[in-house]
């Protein structure tokens, strides 16, 4: 069956790193683009960052760019979020996403409710 278990998550100082993983299984994750959503205490699920199947492109949020970077290994069927700086307002549950975009037609896309595919959530908590 189709899994996607993110791990790497946990609490941190301000200013430290931490990177997700996010590994996929019973589904061909080379035809799927992946992100990254994060949702805190009392606030919508909100996009992270996307890439391509290829990894060739990358989208941002504005409030993690130059911080974050997603990357994806499909000889592994894994996505990465390497997250450095981080800050207080990063501590959220964060979520992977598979998006199918050889029926959907676009591999960009900002909204939860498009993606085919979705994992349980790692929570990260940045302390001041």
């Known amino acids: 069956q189709v899994q996607l278990v993110e791990s790497g998550g946990g609490l941190v100082q301000a200013g430290g790193s931490l990177r997700l993983s996010c590994a996929a299984s019973?589904?061909?994750?080379?035809?799927?683009?992946m992100a990254w959503f994060r949702q805190a205490p009392g606030k919508e699920r909100d996009v992270v960052s996307v890439?391509?199947?290829?990894?060739?492109?990358?989208k941002y949020a504005d409030s993690v760019k130059g911080r974050f970077t997603i990357s994806r290994d499909n000889a592994k069927n894994t996505v990465y979020l390497q997250m450095n700086s981080l800050k207080p307002e990063d501590t959220a549950v964060y979520y992977c996403?598979?998006?199918?975009?050889?029926?959907?037609?676009?591999?960009?896309?900002?909204?939860?409710?498009?993606?085919?595919?979705w994992g349980q959530g790692t929570q990260v908590t940045v302390s001041s």
């Open positions: 019973g589904f061909t994750f080379s035809s799927y683009a």
């Open positions: 890439v391509s199947w290829s990894g060739g492109s990358r």
């Open positions: 996403a598979a998006r199918n975009t050889n029926y959907r037609g676009t591999w960009y896309n900002t909204t939860w409710g498009e993606y085919d595919y």
